[in-house]
Structure formats: structure tokens, C-alpha cells
């Protein structure tokens, strides 16, 4: 069984705190028993080795030990979370979903039986192996998210090895490889891992503080959003001995104004793909942009300026799409790299580049240069298409303090045409009351389509 290991070194652990879930430490015993309760009322219910089971819920204690007795009983686990409630019936139509258990607010669990279906070739593999599987959706350039199949037995691999008792914080989301990566990672070392209600800065600093929180994995948009909030500086936070980063691009002057704030902590770049898991990383140092990836594992090489993976751990295959593999099984990941020796610099996806007249712009270069700006509190960068020059560089931005929006237009292009190149010059610039993020605290580079939400715009120019 791929989790046998997890239980032997929960038995070790036995009264040791596993996780901190409404200011309540539930300990590896707590955990160990709802697991032996969960394997058997399974049983009970005959759910089948290979069902194909919807888990929705967050970072409790119930649903860590329903996902660990369901990859025990051989299931294929789809989890979702609040955050993808909007998109909860395409993903258990692409899912193929057969059983629909929710966690509520309470850790009350309940069952939806939702049919005989279950039937992919992918599935059948699975099931021919007799190992669990995990669906996440992985979003796609067109807009339809892809869903990504992995084998737990080959995911769970890498947790084997001991690494270091941390004491972490849940900010990544439960139905993201990054999350299950924090996830596992303090199970398989038997830390203690504290979720929060909510992802605010407060909320997470008085976390930090209250149960001396070790390890922040966090977005670099967030990162950005405690530096204006000041949050950092109403809080103990001498804890912290980590900050990881990932699931975007972080900029320059952010990653300099932490390393400034922090100077005691190490500051580290993750990178990791729902396709083939998190690889381990290192950073050249903690103001620096330029990281070292792989691992036991995991081969890299770039193509082209894009980055490609070969893992052990990658996915069999997409559900609803073609295979992203190359004939020699590496995974294209389509994001734009440079590379000095063993290090990576990630400039983003390829599609977020903006083809300006043949030229091709990286939105980073343009927000690290506005961030610096006096008076900008945070800055995404997008492109627009245009008859001329086939797409137009546009930024929306928001402010510190209140500054008459032209005057503040007019600045900020001045500044822009000084230092970067023309085509480089945002056409459009839009002051906003926020910059719209979504429910991974990640910037939203794409336009929304009329009526949907975004940033509250109220100048232009």
C-alpha cells in the first residue's frame, strides 16, 4: 500500500501535534484513528478499490484522513475545494466522478452516490496496478481546464525520505499539487501543519506568531501584499526560518524588499507543475531570481528557451486532452527560461508573452520596473490585441495613497519611456482600486470578459 509508510511514522509520532485546525492540535493518534475509522466504514459502504471519488473540503483533520484512507482503499480522488465551486460540475463531468463525499465548515462528512461511471482507459490501468490515483485540474490557455491523472504510489515516492521536522503553514489550497506537497511533506516528517480560516496577511502573521510557524510557503502576490499591508511589522514573526515561493513569477524589487525584512530567513523559489509534481529547488541566494531545480527524479533541459521535465513521478496522461510528452517523455511546460549553468531564471508562461509587432515582451520585466515606482502598490501587466501591431501592452495598476489618475497616468509613461524600450511602453494604463487575484493569491493576467469581476477600474488613460 502507498501509505503504509505514513502510517508506521504516525504510530512514531503517536501524541505529536499533526495539525492545528481552528485553534484546536489535533495530534497523529487523532489522525491515525479517524483513518482506521474511514478504512472501515469504506468496507461497510463496499466502496470498490478504483471508484472515482470527489473529496471537497480544505486543510481539517477529516479530510486528511479521508484522503489517506482512500488512496489506502485504492481510490481514484478527485479534491476540490470552496474555491472551485464555480467550476464543481465540470470538474466531476471531466472527473467522471462516482462518489461525492463534502467535508463542511464542521468536518461533518457526507455521501452522494453519483452513478456508474468511472470509465476511462487511464482508469483501467490504474486500477489494473492496483493503486490509487489523483485527478487535479491544471488550467489550459483555451480557458477549459485539463485534468491531470497521477499514480499515487508514484507521487508518494520522494515522501520516503526523511527530511526536516518544520512546523509549516497551509496557504496553498488542498486541490493544488503545491498544497498536497506541503501536505505530505509534514505528514512524512511528522510535523505540525497550521491552517488559517482565511489568507489575509493578518490572519497568517497572527498565525505565525501564535504557534511559531516555521516554513510560510506562500505566492509571490502575497509576499507583495504583506510588504504594503505592513502586517509583518504588528507581528512576533522571528519564527519563520523559511519563505518558499512559487506558482508565479516573482518580481525583483519584491523579492529584494523581503530579503530586506527578513534577513535572518532564507528565502526559497519552489517550482512544480500539477503534471509532474514539485521538484526540490534551491535558490542561488535569497534576493536572487535565479534557482536550481531537479532532484532525485527529475531530469531538466530547456528546448528552444522552454523548460522540459522528465519525472518519475509524472502524470499517466490528461482526461480531456492530448498528451503534453514529447516521443522521448519529456513534459513541455511552456515556460520561458534562461539558464546559467545549473541555474534557471523563470521569465513565465509562454502564453502570458505579448507579441508586440514581432517583438516579444515578458509582462515580469514591465511590472518589476512600475513596482519600483514610487507611490505603485501593485501592478499586473497584460496584453490587448491591436490592427496595428497585433497586441498593445496594457497595465492596470493600484496605488499607496490617493494621487489625481491622470497626473499618475502621465508619470508613469514618462518614467516607462526613460527606461524601457518602445514597444515595452504600456498603450493602456488603468488605475484600479485592487488588482484581481484568484483563489490561489496569483495574479489575473487575462482581461475578464464583460460582467465578470475584476480590479475596480476608475481612470484610464
Not at 484522513?65 to 476540490?80: E, G, N, S, T
Not at 485534468?147 to 496553498?172: E, G, I, N
Request: some cysteine.
Amino acid at each position: 500500500m502507498s501509505v503504509e509508510f505514513l502510517l508506521e511514522r504516525f504510530k512514531e509520532a503517536g501524541s505529536r501535534p499533526a495539525m492545528v485546525w481552528k485553534d484546536q492540535t489535533f495530534s497523529y493518534d487523532h489522525l491515525l484513528e479517524r483513518i482506521t475509522f474511514w478504512k472501515k466504514r469504506f468496507l461497510e459502504l463496499d466502496i470498490r478499490p478504483g471508484t472515482v471519488t470527489v473529496l471537497e473540503g480544505d486543510f481539517t483533520p477529516e479530510t486528511t484522513a479521508l484522503l489517506l484512507a482512500l488512496i489506502d482503499r485504492q481510490c481514484i480522488i478527485v479534491p476540490l475545494t470552496s474555491a472551485s465551486l464555480h467550476e464543481k460540475e465540470e470538474y466531476m463531468e471531466t472527473s467522471r466522478g462516482q462518489l461525492l463525499l463534502v467535508v463542511d465548515p464542521e468536518d461533518r462528512v457526507t455521501f452522494e452516490d453519483l452513478g456508474p461511471k468511472g470509465n476511462h482507459e487511464l482508469y483501467q490501468e490504474l486500477r489494473k496496478r492496483g493503486h490509487a490515483g489523483l485527478v487535479l485540474f491544471s488550467s489550459g490557455t483555451t480557458g477549459k481546464s485539463k485534468a491531470v491523472l497521477h499514480d499515487m504510489v508514484r507521487l508518494l515516492r520522494k515522501y520516503q525520505v526523511r527530511r526536516h521536522d518544520f512546523t509549516t503553514l497551509a496557504f496553498l489550497l488542498f486541490d493544488h499539487i503545491a498544497g498536497l506537497d506541503t501536505l505530505f511533506y509534514c505528514l512524512s516528517n511528522k510535523s505540525c501543519l497550521v491552517t488559517v480560516p482565511d489568507r489575509s496577511p493578518d490572519t497568517v502573521c497572527r498565525a505565525v506568531e501564535k504557534y511559531r510557524v516555521e516554513v510560510l510557503p506562500v505566492s509571490a502576490t502575497f509576499l507583495n501584499l504583506l510588504i504594503f499591508s505592513e502586517a509583518y511589522s504588528r507581528y512576533d514573526l522571528s519564527s519563520i526560518k523559511y519563505i518558499a515561493y512559487g506558482s508565479e513569477v516573482m518580481l525583483q524589487s519584491t523579492l529584494e524588499r523581503c530579503a530586506e525584512l527578513f534577513p535572518g530567513v532564507t528565502i526559497l523559489q519552489k517550482y512544480g507543475t500539477s503534471e509532474v509534481g514539485t521538484l526540490r529547488s534551491k535558490s542561488r541566494s535569497s534576493d536572487s531570481l535565479w534557482v536550481k531545480l531537479g532532484g532525485e527524479g527529475f531530469d531538466t533541459r530547456v528546448v528552444d528557451g522552454v523548460l522540459q521535465i522528465k519525472a518519475h513521478s509524472a502524470m499517466m496522461g490528461y482526461l480531456n486532452a492530448p498528451s503534453p510528452f514529447t516521443e522521448d517523455g519529456w513534459f513541455i511546460t511552456g515556460d520561458r527560461v534562461e539558464q546559467d549553468g545549473e541555474y534557471f531564471r523563470i521569465f513565465g508562461r509562454d502564453c502570458d508573452v505579448i507579441n508586440v509587432g514581432g517583438e516579444k515582451v515578458f509582462p515580469t520585466e514591465i511590472e518589476d520596473f512600475i513596482q519600483s515606482l514610487d507611490n505603485v502598490a501593485e501592478v499586473v501587466v497584460y496584453g490587448e490585441q491591436s490592427n496595428i501591431t497585433g497586441n498593445i501592452v496594457c497595465a492596470d495598476i493600484s496605488l499607496v495613497k490617493n494621487e489625481d489618475p491622470r497626473e499618475c497616468v502621465l508619470r508613469i509613461k514618462k518614467a516607462c519611456y526613460q527606461r524601457l524600450q518602445p514597444w515595452k511602453v504600456p498603450v493602456k494604463i488603468n488605475i484600479v482600486d485592487g488588482i484581481a487575484l484568484n483563489e490561489r493569491f496569483k495574479k489575473v493576467r487575462r482581461r475578464p470578459a464583460h460582467g465578470e469581476k475584476n480590479g475596480k477600474g476608475n481612470a484610464a488613460a
